[in-house]
C-alpha cells in the first residue's frame, strides 16, 4: 500500500471505530406509543386494502369472461 492509501483506510477505520463506539452512549427512545398506533390502525388499513384488491380481481374475472362471452 502505498502512504495515500493507507492514509486512507486508517481514517476511515477510525471513524468507523467511533461511530461504534459511540452507539453505546446515545439515549434509549420510547418507541411504545408509535408501535401501538400502527399496530392498532394497520389492521383495518390492510383489511380495507385486501378487500380492494380482491374487488378488482372479481371485476377483471368478470370483465374477462363478458369479453369472451361477446367475442367468442
Known amino acids: 500500500m502505498n502512504r ?3 492514509s486512507i483506510f486508517v481514517k476511515s ?3 468507523v ?6 452507539g453505546g452512549a ?3 427512545i420510547d418507541t411504545t406509543a408509535a408501535t401501538t398506533a ?3 390502525d394497520a389492521g383495518g388499513a390492510v ?3 385486501g378487500t380492494a384488491m380482491l374487488g378488482l380481481a372479481a371485476m ?3 370483465f374477462k369472461w363478458a ?5 367468442g
Do not use: D, H, N, Q
Not at 471505530?17 to 459511540?22: K, N, P, Q, R
Open 26 to 28: 446515545m439515549a434509549a
Open 13 to 15: 477505520g477510525a471513524s
Open 38 to 40: 400502527l399496530t392498532t
Open 67 to 71: 369479453k369472451a362471452a361477446i367475442f
Open 17 to 22: 471505530a467511533a461511530t461504534l463506539v459511540s
Open 47 to 49: 383489511t380495507a386494502i
Open 4 to 6: 495515500k492509501t493507507l
Open 60 to 62: 377483471a374475472v368478470a
